[in-house]
């Protein structure tokens, strides 16, 4: 409503202009001028609002010069041609109304028909300013438009902000796994009679584990092979747990050591590898890695083979949809994580836009 | 006294170790076996007839819960486990003794104690404890395990088209074979989804998510058309069922 009064106030104060332009250059009276320009200029006022659509039918990013010329161009001409009409029509009403008005319906009398003598440069004139300020109607709905997309990506960002955070809280909450803090120390227990000096090694890779979590979950990016080392130190301690059934085999090019990605993001993917793959093979079997880089991409493929007969508690997918979620939240459109299962294999496959860590 | 026969169930070697080492202080007690994950277990309980099985929860396969209810075996178990609140839940409810991981071996004497007396007594108060806690009300399937001599089906309710009722038993249709288990149509129902599985006949229930038409076969019956093109009589309370979830 209060948008309204304003664009209302704008096209008055056009028609004022127009009056006195018309007061200056015709030598009319200023009640003809304002009596002639003002209603045309508010009704005008509705005609430019259609400037909005133009302008919201070439988004920016789609603009071309010459495109942009004719389309803006020949909006605007269209407009001045309306305008032109408007002009001679409310020029003619006007008079018949005021004509009516004074002398009832006489309508012999012998008056002008038109309310102000148009003369060509007057027309010329008037064609020019309808056509301007369609234009200026253009210029306006353009910024307010540009404004309007600043506030709803300022929205945007802080909602998606909202949405890392929940993500990383998600993380922080299934990273401190019970079952495997609890299967972990069982293993220690059992190894401190048998063996003690695997006993203290799994401690200590359980210790380094822990404190890696958490220093790195802190960040909002960390660079791949510090993420690469908190796998080993969680596939050291599974490798004890789980013996020889349980075999890795990662590969990380040397582009892609430093590129960064979010934290904890693969762990929890070796850790469904183990849990929903190898676990359920009575034979064991390889965790595969391999990260790389390819153009402007970071690459990472985890692959592991499954039990054939997918009887047992396949998983629900909680962690790799969290992780999707993760990552739009971060990186919109622009990072993918998917997902397959063949007869024989789980694959998760994992692109983010390349960044690399400055040293 | 008569040695007591034991089976160790647990995935993770070191597990098994510690059972064994903690073990050693009853020299009355005889391993006989030790099975590496559910499918074993069941093998072995049937094959061995342990008097006392140290039962993992989480294990590949076979959950231990699923394996009691394959072998049907209600006394003799300790469960072990490292984390698992539902299953804790459930033994704390029907007093079942567990050990939670890791245990001292204090603690696992205690247990042991108490499953000799257990073993002991003829009328064993486990039994009912353990079939109380398998028939626990309100848990969903999310699969249904059907005993075939040596083999066991392991079947996912989702693929699950439809259940018929004959006679003692039920037949379960999954990807277009059947599979005969002996257990009651309400028994079935009552333990699985409501929302996914109807009952829209007296004998039969089916997966709305195979469910492909209804159509009308006279004038006040239904017949269920699956996808696999079955066709399922549909009786007059079952089609005022299938109407309220669609």
Known sequence: MRKLMWYLMAWLLAGVVIAALLVTMANISWGAGLGFAIPVSLIYGFVAASAFYVCRSLPFEKRQFLLTLVIFGGASLLSGLMWLLLCYAWNYLAQAIRHSFLYGADTDSNLTVNLIVITQPMSVMLFVAGCGFYLLSILVHDVLIALDNMRLADRRAAESRVQARDAELQVLRTQINPHFLFNSLNSISALTSIDPIAARTMTLELAQFFRQTLALSE???????????????????????????????????????????????????????????????????TITLRAMTRGDWLHVTIENPVDINPSTTVGNGLGLKNSQQRLRSLYGEKARISWTRNTEFFIVEIAIPLSIVNL | MNPINVLIVDDEELARCLIREYLRAHPDIVIVGEAEHGLDAVKQINALNPDLIFLDIQMPKLTGLEVLELTGRQAGVIFTTAYDQYALKAFDLHAIDYLLKPFSQTRFDEALAQARK???????????????????????????????????????????????????????????????????????????????????HRSYLINIEQLKSIERSTKDSHVAIMRSGKQIPISRTGYERIRQIM
């Open chain 1, 219 to 285: 960040k909002e990016q960390i660079p791949l092979t510090d993420e690469i080392s908190l796998c080993r130190h969680f596939l050291a301690i599974e490798k004890i747990r789980f013996g020889k059934k349980l075999q890795s085999d990662i590969q990380v090019s040397d582009t892609a050591q430093t590129a960064l990605i979010p934290p904890m993001l693969l762990q929890p993917c070796i850790e469904n590898a183990i849990k929903h793959g190898i676990r359920d093979l009575t034979e064991g079997g």
């Open chain 2, 118 to 200: 257990s073993i002991a007594q003829l009328v064993n108060p486990q039994a009912t404890a353990i079939q109380q806690l398998l028939s626990v009300p309100g848990k969903l399937l999310d699969r249904i395990l059907i005993r075939d001599r040596t083999q066991v089906h392991v079947i996912p309710v989702d693929k699950m088209e439809y259940v018929e009722a004959q006679d003692d038993y039920i037949s379960i249709v999954s990807d277009a074979k059947s599979y005969l288990k002996t257990q009651s149509l309400s028994e079935l129902e009552a333990q699985l989804d409501p929302k996914k599985f109807v009952r829209v």
